[in-house]
């Protein structure tokens, strides 16, 4: 356990000390507010337009027309696919790809730690203080921790942003489809989760290149089991409507997927209790197997300087290990 603190403690500092990490939380948290913030901004320009113009105040603004124009009717529409408004849909996509830049920016970085420790051999050094176990744990869970205090300010960005509209946003903050409290917490739930499910999982596959020309090679099965899940979440309301709908369900209860879908889903239609409870309970239960599996496999890898043991072969020399 002291091992795991040491390495924890020192990945997040190393973390910390990088600038594009905080130029990037910066330019993403101000791309956030601003977004939410654009109803304020349409409405001064209107009234600017109107008042030159020679218009009455008492004019309906166009806030107000967006409104009307949103005001969907949701009776009889339950469990649809597009049976809420359009700010939820784009809350839900802007979420997803959030997940999707988390993601795959700490796997980069992870990876490449990885791959400057194999080539200049200073793993050994690491092997010798700490145990494997260990190193993995520490280095992924220093990046997730970060990860999750970056989305909570991105989502409080957002928060604050639709709060600045006041009275001249299209919609409320209660009203934004599920855009509450419970939103939110829907969306940290399957994002803990799923943000070490792949993680842990390319950290894994990183450990088996053999020295930093195999970098490239690290992005293989788990990173395109990532790219196909999200692609056809974000796809799905291309398709007519029943079909999208009866898409979404079923990424939304599959592990490497609900992460994506399950927060898409919830801001755009009606979810049942039992459907997220039972995509929750899935997802939690493959994050716990896949970091077990991950530690067998970094520990089959971390050393190894020679041929590259191909991932289906650590997989099976894991799950024996098991």
């Not at 020309?213 to 796809?235: E, H, L, M």
């Amino acid at each position: 356990m002291k091992g795991f603190r040491t390495v924890f403690r020192f990945e997040l500092r190393n973390l910390l000390s990088k600038r594009g990490i905080w130029v990037a939380t910066i330019l993403v948290v101000t791309m956030v507010f601003f977004l939410a913030c654009i109803p304020r901004f349409m409405d001064t320009a209107a009234s600017s337009q109107r008042n030159g113009e020679g218009q009455e105040s008492t004019d309906t603004s166009v806030i107000d027309r967006l409104q009307e124009s949103r005001n969907l009717d949701r009776k009889g529409a339950e469990g649809a696919l597009h049976d809420k408004t359009d700010v939820g849909t784009a809350v839900g996509m802007i979420l997803m790809n959030i997940m999707l830049i988390a993601i795959t920016g700490y796997s980069v970085l992870i990876i490449n730690a990885m791959a400057e420790e194999k080539t200049f051999q200073t793993v050994e050094l690491l092997v010798t203080s700490t145990s494997p176990k260990s190193l993995i744990l520490g280095k992924v869970l220093a990046s997730a921790t970060l990860a999750v205090i970056q989305l909570a300010i991105v989502v409080l960005a957002g928060v604050l942003g639709v709060w600045a509209n006041g009275s001249r946003s299209p919609i409320s903050l209660a009203e934004a489809t599920g855009i509450a409290p419970q939103g939110f917490a829907c969306f940290f739930a399957f994002a803990i989760p799923g943000l070490l499910f792949y993680v842990f999982m390319l950290a894994a596959e990183a450990s088996l290149m053999t020295n930093v020309d195999g970098r490239a090679n690290a992005f293989g099965i788990g990173y395109t089991t990532f790219i196909v899940s999200y692609t056809i979440c974000a796809c799905a309301r291309v398709f007519p409507e029943k079909t999208g709908s009866k898409v979404l369900r079923v990424m939304s209860i599959l592990p490497c997927s609900s992460p994506f879908a399950m927060v898409l889903r919830y801001f755009t239609t009606t979810v049942s209790i039992g459907d997220l409870s039972v995509s929750l309970v899935l997802l939690v239960a493959a994050t716990i197997l896949v970091i077990k599996l991950s530690i067998q496999i970094y520990r089959l890898g971390i050393l190894n300087y020679g041929n590259k043991i191909s991932v289906f072969k650590a997989i099976g020399l894991a799950i024996r290990k098991n």
